[in-house]
């Protein structure tokens, strides 16, 4: 498979980049190919601007040259990882952007006769690979924000063939690094043994 | 009753913007004390910085949100008023909760713990306004984890029993003039339920 891995976070010695090279180690593992997109290296302007909004119901909505590149890039995987940390039970900002200027009309969704049609159809998996500080039951009462638009909303997007991995760390802030070790191994296993049979019926 | 109203949207001249026009005069009209942070029109950067994560954790360390912070602080009414994108807040609004609810301000953490103990607890109320393009079924399929963020995450950070009022269009990419026009209408009444009107009294008396 063709894996684009979305990143965001600041910080280059964060663990969210750990986990982000453990992914890649998995994916190579596996004879996928990898792209990684690097939010903060990369400099992605979070916001949507005024000009993007109102190119939004156009038929290009694309204005950025950041955004164009990572539109075909998207169109160009089947793998979708995206590794982040979990603040304030949702995406980082930069993220959440990437989700508003990236996947506009015709990269996420196509409009047919007004109505809203998935245009992921070529994702066969979304993978999250996300720290929370928070302990499991707290992020489960909070109901995990991130999770649900990556897994839920992201994931209407790409019609009924796509399965989803979701590896989660939590209670980062109190873990020990034998614990973030043990989740950095879990991580590369995880992504060197995908199963590309079992969900897809046959790998493509 | 002090009302801080946080508005989001690329375009001043929006639906959106319309609906923060009517929250403005509603909540002025009920006697509220108001202040509004339009964070596209003071070209708040929603980027949250290596330096800052780097002491995310330090008390007193966040100088670039002490305005917004203060806001915060004083205010017993915290209204967003924003479209929900890709399920959630503009990532804009995002980054303001990212950057401005820090450590000391808004929570604390006990040494060794890791859950959050409430700061906000000046917040007795949580205003909701929004607009989604699709549906409430689509959006009840997705979780609604934009409404989780704030009536879940954001509230534990406030006064425990602050109350939470979801005030949203459904369906806004289908819906019509009529029906734009007719939700517009229905927020001052949305704004002044009883419930409210309740609060707002006791938080006057007290002041």
């Known amino acids: 498979m063709k894996a684009l891995v979305v990143?965001?976070?600041?910080?280059?010695?964060?663990?969210?980049?750990?986990?982000?090279?453990?992914?890649?180690?998995?994916?190579?593992?596996?004879?996928?190919?990898?792209?990684?997109?690097?939010?903060y290296e990369l400099g992605f302007r979070a916001e949507m601007s005024l000009e993007e909004h109102r190119a939004y119901h156009s038929e290009s909505p694309l204005l950025d040259p950041m955004t164009i590149e990572h539109a075909e890039l998207v169109k160009a995987h089947d793998m979708l990882i995206f590794v982040y940390p979990t603040w304030w039970s949702g995406l980082p900002a930069v993220l959440k952007g990437w989700l508003e200027r990236v996947m506009v009309l015709d990269v996420a969704f196509r409009l047919e006769r007004q109505r809203v049609r998935p245009a992921l159809t070529h994702v066969r998996r979304i993978v999250g690979?996300?720290?929370?500080?928070?302990?499991?039951w707290v992020v489960k009462s909070l109901q995990d924000g991130?999770?649900?638009t990556l897994a839920r909303a992201l994931r209407m997007s790409c019609g009924t063939r796509v399965a989803t991995t979701w590896l989660g760390m939590y209670s980062v802030d109190t873990s020990g690094i034998v614990e973030r070790a043990a989740f950095l191994d879990r991580v590369e296993h995880t992504m060197a043994h995908l199963d590309p049979v079992r969900n897809h019926g046959g790998s493509r | 009753m002090r009302s801080l109203v946080v508005v989001c949207h690329p375009d001043p001249a929006s639906y959106c913007a319309a609906l923060r026009d009517r929250v403005v005069a509603t909540l002025t009209e009920s006697g509220?004390?108001?202040?509004?942070?339009?964070?596209?029109?003071?070209?708040?950067?929603?980027?949250f910085t290596a330096a800052e994560h780097a002491s995310h954790l330090d008390v007193g360390a966040h100088p670039h949100a002490a305005g917004h912070v203060a806001d915060l602080q004083w205010c017993d009414q915290l209204v967003l008023v924003y479209p929900t994108w890709w399920s959630g807040q503009p990532a804009m609004l995002k980054g303001w909760i990212d950057r401005v609810w820090v450590r000391g301000a808004t929570w604390e953490l006990p040494a060794g713990g890791?859950?959050?103990?409430?700061?906000?607890?000046?917040?007795?109320?949580?205003?909701?306004?929004?607009t989604h393009g699709s549906s409430k079924w689509i959006n009840s399929l997705q979780g609604e984890p934009g409404k989780r963020v704030v009536t879940r995450t954001l509230r534990a950070v406030c006064h425990p029993r602050a109350r939470t009022t979801w005030i949203a269009l459904y369906g806004l990419d289908r819906s019509s003039a009529e029906d734009r026009q007719a939700f517009l209408d229905a927020v001052p009444r949305r704004l002044s339920s009883r419930r409210l009107r309740r609060l707002a009294r006791r938080r006057s008396t007290a002041a």
């Not at chain 1, 992914?23 to 997109?37: D, F, K, S």
């Not at chain 1, 690979?129 to 499991?136: C, R």
């Not at chain 2, 509220?32 to 980027?47: I, K, S």
């Open chain 1, 146 to 148: 991130g999770r649900r």
């Open chain 2, 32 to 47: 509220h004390e108001l202040r509004v942070t339009d964070l596209y029109a003071e070209g708040f950067d929603p980027l």
């Open chain 1, 129 to 136: 690979i996300t720290s929370y500080g928070s302990p499991w």
């Open chain 1, 7 to 39: 990143c965001a976070h600041p910080r280059g010695e964060s663990f969210t980049r750990a986990l982000t090279r453990a992914a890649v180690r998995g994916c190579e593992r596996a004879g996928h190919e990898v792209t990684v997109l690097d939010l």
């Open chain 2, 114 to 130: 890791n859950r959050l103990q409430a700061r906000l607890r000046n917040v007795r109320s949580l205003v909701v306004v929004t």
